[in-house]
């Protein structure tokens, strides 16, 4: 069983920064793509940016500038730094390896996420 564990949300100001990290095994991080997703409450889960093994990494339109996404192939996470953060950027963020071939589509479920609130 695959297990993801997101960390370092929180509660901050309109403007600020949070870094998010995401632990897995190490044969599921070097073997695939990873991505960051967030649900808002209401919402669908969508995907905030995925990082290839290779290391090519590909942005929303709406985190594009603001957010960077990495890999630390020493620790096996990826992380996720978000600037400039926006109340809209509230919601529950989680991690998960990408299907090969897909944009989007997830390999395993889902861990607990880790909460972003973002007050304005």
């Known amino acids: 069983q695959v297990q993801f564990v997101e960390s370092g949300g929180g509660l901050v100001q309109t403007g600020g920064s949070l870094r998010l990290s995401c632990a897995t095994s190490?044969?599921?991080?070097?073997?695939?793509?990873m991505g960051w997703y967030r649900q808002a409450p209401g919402q669908q889960r969508e995907l905030v940016a995925r990082?290839?093994?290779?290391?090519?990494?590909v942005y929303a339109g709406s985190v594009k500038g603001r957010f960077t996404i990495s890999r630390d192939n020493a620790k096996n996470t990826v992380n996720l730094q978000m600037n400039s953060l926006q109340p809209e950027d509230t919601a529950v963020y989680y991690c998960?390896?990408?299907?090969?071939?897909?944009?989007?589509?997830?390999?395993?479920?889902w861990g607990q996420g880790t909460q972003v609130t973002v007050s304005s």
């Open positions: 998960n390896a990408i299907l090969p071939g897909t944009y989007v589509t997830v390999l395993y479920s």
């Open positions: 190490g044969s599921t991080f070097r073997s695939n793509a």
């Open positions: 990082i290839t093994v290779g290391g090519i990494r």
